[in-house]
T-cell receptor, first 112, second 113 residues
Framework: DAKTTQPPSMDCAEGRAANLPCNHSTISGNEYVYWYRQIHSQGPQYIIHGLKNNETNEMASLIITEDRKSSTLILPHATLRDTAVYYCIVRVFSGNTGKLIFGQGTTLQVKP | DTGVSQNPRHKITKRGQNVTFRCDPISEHNRLYWYRQTLGQGPEFLTYFQNEAQLEKSRLLSDRFSAERPKGSFSTLEIQRTEQGDSAMYLC???????????FGNGTRLTVT
């Protein structure tokens, strides 16, 4: 079962920052937060992941609260091509599987 | 790095027929995962391979489903006696070390008529 809670949908104006929240209040100390997105008819695309420190790459920034119970994915300058379903995932490593357990995600609509 | 390749991209079959999908992971990725995704839902985990060993199977993987990864490279997912409820997108993902990101293919969309 998914261990995260995300709003089902969000809108963002093109060129503005998109801030996507995620709650993961039951996260364990050694579990990572991963973000993926999925554009219609494509497979999920990796965005970023982190443990407890904030992370940034060429796609996005990930801000994790100090208690690690929630995080925010930031797309600094959203474009129409960022319209997608965004999944926040707590990665499970029990048994060395390392599988990703997806929830429903947040549908982000970037508007002109 | 050509990414994870899945074939075919689309498959239409009649109920009761058998189908087989293929996944070619990124070269040297020892971890391989199969997922199923139905409309409006997130992907659901089906099974996991580490090299050629199938180490985990979801309860979603009924006895009509079988997956193999014979030489630790490509993998196949077979569905026998397909049912309309099997209609879905079947996704494959691969990865390397512990905690490295998984890379997904663009899936095979199965339609059972």
């Amino acid at each position: 079962d998914a261990k995260t809670t995300q709003p089902p949908s969000m809108d963002c104006a093109e060129g503005r920052a998109a801030n996507l929240p995620c709650n993961h209040s039951t996260i364990s100390g050694n579990e990572y937060v991963y973000w993926y997105r999925q554009i219609h008819s494509q497979g999920p695309q990796y965005i970023i992941h982190g443990l407890k420190n904030n992370e940034t790459n060429e796609m996005a920034s990930l801000i994790i609260t100090e208690d690690r119970k929630s995080s925010t994915l930031i797309l600094p300058h959203a474009t129409l091509r960022d319209t997608a379903v965004y999944y926040c995932i707590v990665r499970v490593f029990s048994g060395n599987t390392g599988k990703l357990i997806f929830g429903q995600g947040t549908t982000l609509q970037v508007k002109p | 790095d050509t990414g994870v390749s899945q074939n075919p991209r689309h498959k239409i079959t009649k109920r009761g027929q058998n189908v087989t999908f293929r996944c070619d992971p990124i070269s040297e990725h020892n971890r391989l995962y199969w997922y199923r995704q139905t409309l409006g839902q997130g992907p659901e985990f089906l099974t996991y391979f580490q090299n050629e060993a199938q180490l985990e199977k979801s309860r979603l993987l009924s006895d009509r489903f079988s997956a193999e990864r014979p030489k630790g490279s490509f993998s196949t997912l077979e569905i026998q006696r397909t049912e309309q409820g099997d209609s879905a997108m079947y996704l494959c993902a691969s990865g390397t070390e512990y905690n490295s990101p998984l890379h997904f293919g663009n899936g095979t969309r199965l339609t059972v008529t």
